[in-house]
């Protein structure tokens, strides 16, 4: 097609179909050819016009876009998730995140072209990693912050390299940039102390009975007044038989009428004076036969054990540990049978309880005994 040039703007070219004003390249519609004024006078002054108009738009977008904060980006993201349809609680959980960790560290009113660079990456990723909590947990915030990196380049208010750059600083934290939590086991000397200091008598009782319970806390949460019954033992000891058969899910506290597997669906028993304090519980509270015995949530009664585990002086143990691998170690430690302990945690396979339940360290002391006799031999 060659070069043309514009009638009355010498800054105005078409060059083999692009258009070209003040060193800027645009491309014209094809249909434009077939326009009989094409190139005249009035169509370089409409076109022109267009284009400028355009430039000047695309440029106040910018400005409005730069002006943009943190606060005024979440809100965007939050509107944008709610019309894709995410659940009311995915929302509320967001919300709190960006409470706790977003906001706290980058403040509501920093522009987010200023907020997003770099070294406040690197810095947000040291902020995060120093907080006392799991990795998983830790890398579900820089997922978080990740989402509004991405957000503010989709909606162009940083550019593609910029968030590139800023996702590759954000990279997972690793279990071994903390100190290792793992499922240790719980002395019965120990968790006595742990349920003396609890922080009220229902509190006692409940560790108490989480202790001795063997079942994930999911289980435990889920026993209802129909599922314990009482009776004496031929060697006249009272007995609180408890059946599990079900369990409380994560999400909404819903019972769930299902466990894992079929060995799961087992009885679980109380003796002496902790089925007394479960009998007396129950009568004192005046149960229905559907109510919930234990009627709390994971979240309150965790931040009631951790009390009651710093109170105590005593080393912090999660729900598994305490509640399943302390009692299986303390019963094979004891009686020497693992099936005795396989039985009452509900495993399909002794494999399991053995190798992953009953915990060495627990088990160092009979090791001890053992070879001080065998040197003395």
């Known amino acids: ?13 078409i060059i083999d179909g692009v258009v070209l004003i003040d060193g800027q390249r645009f491309r014209y519609h094809k249909q434009d050819l077939n326009d009989k004024n094409f190139m005249s006078k009035k169509w370089c002054q409409e076109y022109e016009q267009r284009i400028r108009q355009e430039i000047l738009d695309k440029n106040q977008s910018k400005d409005e876009f730069k002006k943009l904060s943190i ?23 967001l919300n709190y995140k960006i409470d706790l960790y977003i906001y706290s560290f980058f403040g509501k009113t920093i522009l987010v072209h200023e907020a997003f660079k770099v070294s406040k990456c690197v810095e947000f990723r040291n902020f995060v990693g120093s907080f ?20 503010a380049a989709v909606i162009k208010v940083i550019t593609y390299n910029t968030e590139r750059d800023c996702n590759n600083v954000l990279q997972s934290i690793r279990n071994n940039d903390q100190k290792k939590i793992i499922h240790s086991y719980t ?12 922080s009220s008598d229902f509190y006692k009782n409940v560790i108490k ?18 599922d314990i019954f009482f009776n004496t033992t031929d060697n006249n000891t009272f007995c609180a038989e408890v059946s599990i058969n079900k369990q409380v899910s994560k999400t909404k506290g819903e019972i769930l009428p299902y466990l894992k597997t079929s060995t799961s669906y087992r009885k679980i028993r109380y003796y002496g ?20 015995v234990f009627n709390i949530s994971k979240t309150t009664f965790r931040r009631e054990l951790t009390k009651a585990f710093d109170k105590a002086g005593v080393q912090r143990n999660t729900f598994h540990g305490f509640g399943r691998k302390s009692i299986a170690t303390y019963l094979y430690k004891y009686s020497k049978d693992a099936k005795l302990a396989q039985i009452y945690l509900g495993h399909k396979k002794v494999d399991m309880t053995m190798n992953t339940y009953v915990l060495n360290e627990a088990l160092e002391e009979n090791l001890d005994i053992i070879l001080e006799e065998i040197e003395k031999k």
């Open 132 to 151: 006392n909590m799991t990795a998983n947990y830790k890398n579900k915030i820089l997922a978080l912050l990740k989402q509004l990196i991405n957000y």
């Open 209 to 226: 009975f989480f202790y001795f319970s063997g079942c994930r806390i999911s289980e435990f949460l889920a026993i209802m007044k129909k």
């Open 187 to 198: 002395s019965f000397e120990d968790a006595t102390k742990v349920w003396e200091n609890a």
């Open 1 to 13: 097609m060659g070069v043309r040039k514009s009638k009355i703007d010498s800054r105005f070219y």
């Open 273 to 292: 004076d902790v089925a007394l304090a479960l009998y007396e519980y129950i009568e004192r509270n005046d149960f229905d036969d559907d109510d919930i």
């Open 71 to 93: 606060k005024g980006l979440v809100e965007a993201y939050i509107e944008k998730i709610k019309t894709d349809g995410y659940r009311e609680s995915t929302i509320q959980s």
